[in-house]
């Protein structure tokens, strides 16, 4: 398991997006690890100095029990894997996020994955009648069901971030959530890096819960009290 100073591996699902950029970065600042494998479908561009030793296996989804190999030998596994309804489809959702997810979370707990850190949706609900509330819920269960040592799930407001793709809906809604944020700055939304944060530090300050839920105000929190490790 992961250490205060780095050491384990850990891989992460989803780097390319923005939490999942964010994260890589702040493991990369923090160094808990030694090894940070990004697993994703294609190639991606590495932050600058990363300070760990920071390997991609690139993979195909649709065939990832062929990629075994990919999730072996890993202490912890980051997953912030998703899409939109808009950009795939409803079918395309559903088995992007809950789908490639829970196949994911099974290739690594037979590889030796002591510990899964899923980022979900704040309102996540297996019986929800919004198919991104249920899909959430719903992988969050089986996720749950895969039997890690330990298995913490975050369920962020909505995400705060620069986006490399204009959306007009989203881009309103977070200059609105922004502003109000300054007034209510852990009821409605988050910015990724406090997401990111939050996941390092349920790492290297573990609750001692096997199955833990941080909801947006815990996130809030645990984001603002990870330690320096990388110093």
């Known amino acids: 398991m992961a250490a205060p100073g780095g050491g384990g591996s850990c891989f992460v699902l989803g780097a390319s997006g ?4 964010a994260l890589l970065k702040e493991l990369c ?13 294609r190639q991606m561009s590495l932050p600058e100095g990363c300070g760990v030793a920071v390997e991609q296996a690139v993979v195909d989804f649709e065939r990832l029990g062929e990629h075994a190999d990919a999730f072996r030998g890993h202490d912890v596994g980051f997953c912030c894997l998703g899409t939109t309804r808009s950009k795939a489809g409803a079918d395309g959702f559903v088995r992007v996020d809950r789908d490639y997810v829970a196949q994911a979370a099974e290739l690594a707990r037979a590889g030796g994955c002591k510990h ?4 979900s949706s704040q309102g996540a609900n297996e019986r929800s009648n919004f198919l991104y509330l249920r899909v959430k819920g719903e992988v969050e269960k089986l996720v749950e069901a895969v039997g890690f040592d ?15 793709e204009f959306r007009p809906a989203e881009w309103i809604t977070q200059r609105v959530l922004g502003f109000g944020a300054r007034f209510f700055p852990t009821a409605y939304s988050v910015p990724v890096e406090t997401v990111a944060r939050a996941m ?25 009290a990870v330690p320096q490790l990388g110093t």
């Open 18 to 21: 923005a939490t999942g950029q």
């Open 29 to 41: 600042a923090q160094r808990p690890f030694s090894r940070v494998t990004v697993i994703g479908r």
């Open 116 to 119: 899964f850190v899923l980022q």
């Open 150 to 164: 330990r298995c913490t799930i975050l369920r962020p407001a909505v995400l705060l971030c620069a986006r490399q």
């Open 200 to 224: 390092v530090a349920c790492v290297v300050q573990p609750s001692g819960e096997k199955v833990e839920v941080l909801e947006n105000k815990a996130i809030h929190q645990l984001g603002k």
